[in-house]
């Protein structure tokens, strides 16, 4: 399969072209979270929460704190939101008392996509645009950014002055 002919571009045009993607996802999330009854945080867990029931995955309060890189006392408050909204659910750990599970809600997953399913409709229009070789290179970069990404948060957040 041969893709579709593409504009040249600099790699500076498509760093540009990143931070504007950026800065409008970041309000989207917003927006997001609103139309969900959640906050941004609150949001950002509860795709944690999502995507760790689709895995099949339990997920503990702790690890959750820690992906979502907050205090145990904050994720308390999350989930005492999470809860509310009815998103999620806390239960014991049966292997450890001492834990405590996040669990996803029935209907969370169908709430959502109420909310996200047209933005996913149209990213996936947007790929069936290209090559599964192309999507291959998307993939790997959208990878490598992350990780690079999460190397200079992790300098920002050590060199706090």
């Known amino acids: 399969m041969k893709g579709k002919p ?22 989207g999330q917003q927006d997001i979270a609103a139309r ?6 609150d949001l950002t867990c509860l795709g944690f929460v999502v995507e760790t029931a689709l895995a099949g995955e339990p997920l503990a309060a702790g690890d959750l704190a820690e992906r979502a890189q907050l205090t145990t006392g904050a994720v308390t408050g999350v989930l005492n939101r999470l809860e509310k909204a009815g998103y999620a659910h806390r239960e014991v ?9 996040v669990v996803m809600a029935d209907d969370a ?33 959208f990878t490598r ?17």
Do not use: H
């Not at 969900?36 to 945080?41: D, Q, Y």
């Open 93 to 101: 750990d049966p292997g450890d008392r001492r834990r405590v599970r």
């Open 145 to 161: 950014a992350k990780a690079a990404l999460d190397q200079s948060l992790d300098e920002i957040r050590n060199n706090k002055r």
């Open 6 to 27: 593409r504009p040249q571009a600099t790699p500076e045009q498509a760093q540009y072209a990143m931070d504007r993607m950026i800065a409008l996802a970041q309000f």
């Open 36 to 41: 969900l009854g959640l906050n941004v945080t």
């Open 109 to 141: 997953q169908a709430r959502i996509l109420q909310v996200y399913g047209p933005f996913y409709a149209r990213i996936g229009a947007l790929f069936a645009d290209y090559t599964p070789d192309e999507i291959a290179v998307i993939a790997d970069w």
